[in-house]
């Protein structure tokens, strides 16, 4: 499928003659009512119970119709079986993962620009808003993807770790060598298409696709399933570029937030009858450790926040730019207890996506009581690799930042190069040969002045050591 105007224009048409079904059976609804198990009489609840607004499938008609979605393939339901004040009193109640206070916090956003939050662990979306009414089309979803610039590199970096890198090792960026902590916290997009080229477009789709990432969109608009291995033509250069959905990126960070344990994210809490007994699921919500927990580890600590962003608790994230014929601003990252990815565009964007994603996230620890939880730190683990910065011949630069980094690795110390050794030899035996004889009056041509300075000026040009 290409993502042209008029395919996203028929999407939504698509998506709004479900919507205004499903509209009908939302205002069917008295106020006050509950079932017997506390919920609301109504089609369609909030975690809670409480019945969502009588617009919410006008306002939402793309993520009504994947509610929909939802409920067929895991339950085999249709909208028919769902509970009716007048057609259907007794009929089934869906309880949803959305949770008002974070919804309502997230209806807050304005202009282009949406966001999403995945409970780690469970996958359960707690809030989702994607500025339907504003923009014509869910902005979140796989029919809207967008570029992820730098928010991409978690997963490049995942894909490092799990083939047994550590997040100290060397990449060449353009103007310097880096660590891979230090490539993903300062954005190095050379040192990362490195990364991503070491390892190929297969391997890092593949970590991609267990952590949660469903499609990706290459630079025509086509979108490829991430599950199918379609992955012909794609570049590893261009991760950056090539669009994915918001709610994928909340997904994936919430696996590294969950410690590697992915699960899939879902909309449905439970479905109940009239009387409150839950009905149970034809599928669960898969869920399984998607990468090892030293990489998510290693993953919290690269992308570590500054403490006082969120008073005094950790997070982790990555906010981004993508500079196109708009700039599109991301931040992604998480609490333990919350993923949570914004996405802004245009005039929408002047402050970054980091003010939609605090909105959201300083709502939970409010209303949730989420407790403040230290990050492990980095693991430790893998190998410091230096394949990134060696030349055709295996060999470092001993000026580069590494060997200034560390001076006692091989290759990088004064006792591997012999000719210093040779320089120090000369040295000494030119400090020892005796003075010149005085100039004499007779017409002799003069003696050549002693070689020791010219020698040595000559040896200090020669040496590329650091230290020289």
Same mark, same amino acid.
């Given at each position: 499928?290409?993502?042209?105007?008029?395919?996203?224009?028929?999407?939504?048409?698509?998506?709004?003659?479900?919507?205004?079904?499903?509209?009908?059976?939302?205002?069917?609804?008295?106020?006050?009512? #509950?079932?017997?198990?506390?919920e609301?009489?109504?089609?369609?609840?909030?975690?809670?119970?409480?019945?969502l607004?009588?617009?919410?499938?006008?306002?939402?008609?793309?993520?009504?119709?994947?509610?929909?979605?939802e409920?067929?393939?895991?339950?085999?339901?249709?909208?028919?079986?769902?509970?009716?004040? #007048?057609?259907?009193?007794?009929?089934?109640?869906? &309880?949803?993962?959305?949770?008002?206070a974070?919804?309502e916090?997230?209806e807050?956003t304005?202009?282009?620009a949406?966001?999403v939050?995945?409970?780690?662990?469970?996958?359960?979306?707690?809030?989702y808003y994607?500025a339907? =009414? @504003?923009?014509?089309t869910?902005?979140?979803?796989?029919?809207?993807?967008?570029?992820?610039? /730098?928010?991409?590199?978690?997963?490049?970096?995942?894909?490092?770790?799990?083939?047994g890198?550590s997040?100290?090792?060397?990449?060449?960026?353009d103007?310097?060598?880096?660590?891979?902590?230090?490539?993903v916290r300062?954005s190095?997009?050379?040192?990362?298409?490195a &990364?991503?080229?070491?390892?190929?477009?297969?391997?890092?789709?593949?970590?991609?696709?267990?952590?949660?990432?469903?499609?990706?969109?290459?630079?025509?608009?086509?979108?490829?399933?991430?599950? /199918?291995?379609d992955?012909?033509?794609?570049?590893? =250069?261009?991760?950056? %570029?090539?669009?994915? #959905? &918001?709610v994928?990126?909340?997904?994936?960070?919430?696996?590294?937030?969950?410690?590697? *344990?992915?699960?899939?994210?879902?909309?449905?809490?439970?479905? &109940?009858?009239?009387?409150?007994?839950?009905?149970?699921?034809?599928q669960?919500?898969?869920?399984?450790?998607?990468?090892?927990?030293?990489?998510?580890?290693?993953?919290?600590?690269?992308?570590?926040?500054e %403490?006082?962003?969120?008073?005094?608790?950790?997070?982790?994230? *990555?906010?981004?730019?993508?500079?196109?014929?708009?700039?599109q601003?991301?931040?992604?990252g998480?609490?333990?207890?919350?993923?949570? =990815?914004a996405?802004?565009?245009?005039?929408?964007? @002047?402050d970054?996506g980091?003010?939609?994603?605090?909105?959201?996230?300083?709502?939970?620890?409010e209303v949730?009581?989420? @407790?403040?939880?230290?990050l492990?730190?980095?693991?430790?683990a893998g190998?410091?690799?230096?394949?990134?910065?060696a030349?055709?011949d295996?060999?470092?630069?001993?000026? /580069?930042e590494?060997?200034?980094?560390?001076?006692?690795?091989?290759?990088?110390?004064?006792?591997?190069s012999?000719?210093e050794?040779?320089?120090?030899?000369e040295?000494?035996?030119?400090s020892?040969e005796?003075?010149?004889?005085?100039?004499?009056?007779?017409s002799?041509?003069?003696p050549?002045?002693?070689?020791? #300075?010219s @020698?040595?000026?000559?040896?200090s040009?020669d040496c590329?050591?650091v230290w020289c």
């Amino acid at each position: 499928m290409q993502f042209t105007k008029m395919h996203l224009a028929v999407g939504g048409a698509v998506a709004l003659v479900v919507a205004i079904g499903v509209s009908i059976v939302l205002g069917n609804l008295p106020d006050g009512a #509950s079932g017997s198990g506390g919920e609301e009489n109504a089609a369609f609840l909030y975690a809670d119970g409480q019945a969502l607004p009588d617009d919410f499938a006008d306002t939402h008609p793309a993520l009504v119709a994947d509610i929909h979605a939802e409920l067929e393939a895991r339950y085999g339901l249709t909208a028919d079986r769902l509970y009716d004040e #007048s057609a259907r009193p007794d009929g089934l109640r869906v &309880v949803l993962t959305l949770d008002q206070a974070l919804q309502e916090a997230a209806e807050e956003t304005s202009g282009e620009a949406g966001v999403v939050a995945v409970e780690p662990g469970t996958g359960a979306v707690r809030c989702y808003y994607g500025a339907e =009414a @504003e923009a014509g089309t869910d902005l979140l979803g796989s029919e809207a993807p967008h570029p992820p610039s /730098s928010v991409f590199d978690m997963i490049t970096a995942a894909t490092a770790l799990e083939a047994g890198a550590s997040i100290e090792s060397w990449w060449a960026d353009d103007d310097a060598d880096v660590t891979l902590v230090e490539a993903v916290r300062e954005s190095r997009t050379a040192a990362m298409d490195a &990364v991503a080229e070491e390892y190929g477009v297969e391997d890092v789709l593949k970590t991609a696709g267990s952590m949660g990432l469903k499609g990706i969109a290459d630079d025509e608009g086509v979108l490829r399933d991430v599950a /199918s291995g379609d992955f012909d033509g794609l570049d590893a =250069a261009d991760f950056g %570029s090539y669009p994915v #959905s &918001v709610v994928d990126m909340a997904g994936v960070y919430a696996t590294i937030a969950a410690d590697g *344990v992915h699960a899939d994210t879902h909309f449905i809490e439970r479905v &109940v009858d009239g009387d409150g007994r839950a009905v149970e699921p034809d599928q669960g919500i898969r869920t399984n450790q998607a990468i090892a927990d030293t990489t998510a580890q290693d993953l919290q600590f690269t992308g570590l926040g500054e %403490s006082q962003a969120i008073e005094d608790r950790d997070f982790f994230g *990555v906010a981004a730019d993508f500079h196109g014929e708009t700039t599109q601003s991301w931040f992604v990252g998480a609490i333990p207890q919350l993923s949570v =990815a914004a996405w802004a565009n245009g005039s929408a964007a @002047e402050d970054g996506g980091m003010p939609l994603w605090r909105n959201v996230i300083d709502t939970a620890i409010e209303v949730n009581g989420y @407790e403040a939880e230290e990050l492990p730190g980095a693991s430790g683990a893998g190998t410091d690799m230096t394949d990134g910065i060696a030349d055709d011949d295996g060999q470092i630069d001993p000026d /580069s930042e590494y060997c200034q980094a560390n001076p006692e690795v091989e290759g990088c110390t004064a006792s591997e190069s012999p000719s210093e050794s040779a320089s120090e030899s000369e040295t000494e035996e030119t400090s020892e040969e005796p003075e010149p004889d005085p100039p004499t009056s007779s017409s002799e041509e003069e003696p050549d002045p002693p070689t020791t #300075s010219s @020698e040595e000026e000559t040896t200090s040009e020669d040496c590329g050591w650091v230290w020289c």
